[in-house]
Every structure is written in structure tokens, then in C-alpha cells.
Nanobody, 115 residues
Framework: QVQLVESGGGLVQPGGSLKLSCAAS????????MGWYRQAPGKEREFVAF???????NYADTVEGRFTISRDNAKNTMYLQMNSLKPEDTAIYYC?????????WGQGTQVTVSS
């Protein structure tokens, strides 16, 4: 079992920045890929970015160049640095972790971009 806890969300003005964290606990040794997804009101959950245990990354086109995913394996924590935020980035942000054939999700953290 893996437990994931997101933090760092909040209210920010357009053009601002936020850094989200996703702390993993439990059987973390088996995690080979972690990712961020988001869900805006009335929309389906969508992919944002992922990072493998070797450090390879991938981003959705909508956030490429503005968001940066990273992870600190020693702290079992993944991050999402979000810059140049837009109102359309408003959503609940979820992290997940792949362990073998299992997929674990956090509870989400709200990000609101508004003036």
C-alpha cells in the first residue's frame, strides 16, 4: 500500500506561481512512476505531467514550458512547480503513483487562479 498526500494549493493571481508537493508513504520502494492530474469543475480529470524513477518526464501540451515536475527520492516526495498560471489552470490537482499493476491516488489539492 502507498499513501499519497498533496499540499501547496491555494489562490493565486494570473501570472503567479505555486509549488505543489506530493508526499508518499508506505511501500514506496516499488514506485516506478508518479504523476499529476487535474480536474476542473464540470470536466473530466486530465493528465498534467509524469516523472519516472529514472527522472524521465512528460508534460501535457497545455502546461509544457510553464510547469516543471520533479521528485526527491530521499524524501519520497514529488513536486510540481507551476509558473505563469492562467485562470484555466484552476482545478483540483491530484498526484498518483504506479507500483507494479497498482495505481494509488492522493486526495487532491485545490488550485484557484483568479484576480
Amino acid at each position: 500500500q502507498v499513501q499519497l498526500v498533496e499540499s501547496g494549493g491555494g489562490l493565486v493571481q494570473p501570472g503567479g506561481s505555486l509549488k505543489l508537493s506530493c508526499a508518499a508513504s508506505g511501500s514506496t520502494f516499488g514506485i516506478y512512476l508518479m504523476g499529476w492530474y487535474r480536474q476542473a469543475p464540470g470536466k473530466e480529470r486530465e493528465f498534467v505531467a509524469f516523472i519516472t524513477n529514472l527522472g524521465s518526464t512528460n508534460y501535457a501540451d497545455t502546461v509544457e514550458g510553464r510547469f516543471t515536475i520533479s521528485r526527491d527520492n530521499a524524501k519520497n516526495t514529488m513536486y510540481l512547480q507551476m509558473n505563469s498560471l492562467k485562470p484555466e489552470d484552476t482545478a483540483i490537482y491530484y498526484c498518483n503513483a504506479h507500483v507494479g499493476s497498482s495505481l494509488y491516488w492522493g486526495q487532491g489539492t485545490q488550485v484557484t487562479v483568479s484576480s
